[in-house]
């Protein structure tokens, strides 16, 4: 009898609700999911928008440096990079949401910052679980990927 192989595992830190901070991590989960990976993504501090009913609809694209400050400016770039990652044929992050939940990508929600921006479980995207950050660290630290983005 040959004991069972564990799935590899993946973990992918989303803390900003902007595109340039919903795509990585989705896409990276997605496709660790596709390799065969348990794969998870964490969001935590502003990423929890896109982990809230209707929130990643509203993702936008804040330019860098001073032109982010300009009024108007990430109206505009978003607008542009939609355009950008329509022409590409790339997914929009609704589509990617729904793709990595169809994947079987875990989206997990940062109980710490749920209780921070006074937020109830039932303004979730369908599916979504809990975790404090005990409970990410446990996951995270036999990871054979983690990261940041």
Avoid at 49 to 71: D, Q, S, Y
Avoid at 81 to 99: G, N, R, T, V
């Amino acid at each position: 009898m040959t004991a069972a192989k564990t799935k590899e595992t993946a973990a992918f830190i989303c803390s900003r609700d902007t595109l340039d901070g919903a795509y990585p991590p989705l896409i990276l989960a997605i496709n660790a999911a596709r390799a065969g990976m348990e794969a998870k993504v964490f969001f935590t501090f502003m990423g929890i928008n896109l982990a809230c009913k209707g929130g990643i609809e509203k993702a936008k694209f804040i330019p860098p440096g001073v032109m982010g400050a300009v009024p108007g400016m990430s109206a505009i770039a978003t607008g542009m990079m939609k355009k950008k990652i329509d022409k590409a044929q790339i997914p929009s992050l609704p589509e990617l949401m729904e793709m990595a939940q169809l994947e079987g990508v875990e989206l997990v929600v940062c109980r710490m910052t749920i209780d921070m921006m006074e937020l109830k479980e039932d303004q979730l995207v369908e599916g979504s679980i809990v975790w404090n950050a005990e409970d990410f660290i446990k996951y995270a630290k036999d990871c054979k990927i983690c990261l940041f983005i």
